[in-house]
């Protein structure tokens, strides 16, 4: 994607490949800035304080971290219980996101396969890179199958403007490209239908107003941020043809792990006869996994998240406390929409229902 006419991915190698590149997403919108990760605590730090976040991409970082593990292997170590304890921390990051987990299991089987620690640096550095790839062409085809619902909708409304409303960030700041959720807003805006989007703020960390509403405003695309619990009146007035939101945990089944509050919207868009399609590549899919309420783990962050709230004030970036400094807060940072209120999946592979017979016949090997 580009960021103000330049092109630019969300992770990329430094030219000297001992670096990671990353945007660090927690000062976005009001500062654009990149960091380095140069060994596997600066990976783990970016991972779980949420430098990067959206499930294809701490996938994806994940997978350079156990790169970074084998580049920084002390004495020369070939021992692969090193890498093996070193990849277990890397994936202890964040427990929610099954990407994290299949991308640094992916490389690390890769890894131990190699004799001497030359190769096995090689190795990781292939296969991180290959995974990125992959999530790109995956997104890519996430907007090319998921085109035809915007498309659909745009001719029945007559070529009037297609609303979308979607949650949290599911946009390329969450990948590498293109998104999962965004992926067919973005195609659909490039193939010239009037599209615009709802952008729930998505609290507490407002993923929404803060790095949605600012990839879709630099792509142009028409937006409006609104408060998390508008989404339910809109969908009342009409004013919403369609939910499409990201997943960081698919079951088999078709139940979806995504942004706390998802199943509220999708409890609505049942109510009012709106479809909600979740969007997702195949990475994202637990295929151990057939009940989503009771086997998910869902990630408890930091209350101070919820209690706080950084923004911009007179050109510098603040931290404010929003409530009584004694009052407790839970912060849970996911819920469970069961696979009854999903109208479909949009993956590298197609739509299918969210039903496990649907799903495995997209992916028959699995």
């Known amino acids: 994607m580009k960021v103000d006419g330049k092109y630019i991915q969300t992770i990329w190698l430094d030219e000297d490949e001992r670096r990671v590149k990353i945007i660090d997403q927690r000062r976005l ?9 140069q060994t596997v605590d600066d990976t783990i730090t970016a991972i779980k304080d949420m430098y990067v976040r959206g499930a294809p991409l701490i996938g994806v970082t994940g997978a350079y971290g156990v790169y970074l593990a084998a580049l920084n292997a002390p004495d020369n170590q070939t021992n692969n219980d090193y890498l093996i304890q070193e990849c277990n921390r890397i994936k202890a990051s964040r427990p929610t996101a099954v990407n994290l987990v299949w991308a640094v299991d992916h490389v690390l089987a890769e890894v131990l396969k190699a004799s001497d620690l030359h190769t096995k640096i090689a190795t990781a550095k292939k296969r991180a890179a290959a995974i990125a790839a992959q999530e790109v062409e995956n997104c890519k085809k996430i907007g090319e199958h998921g085109l035809p619902l915007i498309e659909q909708i745009s001719r029945k409304k007559e070529g009037k403007p297609v609303n979308v409303l979607t949650h949290c960030n599911a946009g390329w700041l969450a990948c590498i490209e293109y998104g999962t959720a965004t992926a067919p807003i973005y195609a659909a805006f490039d193939r010239g239908i009037d599209v615009h989007v709802w952008v729930d703020e998505t609290r507490p960390l407002n993923q929404g107003t803060r790095l949605t509403a600012w990839e879709l405003g630099k792509h142009g695309v028409k937006h409006t941020i609104i408060t998390d619990n508008a989404g339910g009146y809109l969908m009342q007035q009409g004013k919403v043809d369609i939910v499409i939101v990201g997943t960081d945990r698919t079951t088999a089944t078709g139940d979806v792990a995504n942004k706390i509050g998802t199943y509220l919207k999708a409890l609505a868009a049942k109510d009012n006869n709106i479809p909600f399609y979740v969007a997702l590549p195949s990475s994202t899919f637990d295929w151990r996994l057939k009940d989503g309420v009771n086997e998910i783990p869902i990630e408890v962050r930091d209350p101070n998240e919820i209690k706080y ?18 009052s407790p807060a839970a912060n849970f940072a996911f819920d469970i929409t069961p696979a009854k209120l999903v109208s479909g999946l949009i993956t590298e592979r197609g739509i299918c229902m969210a039903t496990e017979e649907d799903i495995r016949r997209l992916f028959p090997e699995k």
């Open 29 to 37: 919108p009001h500062e654009f800035v990149i960091v380095d990760l």
């Open 309 to 326: 709230v950084h923004g911009l004030d007179k050109d510098k970036t603040t931290r404010v406390l929003i409530c009584p400094a004694a």
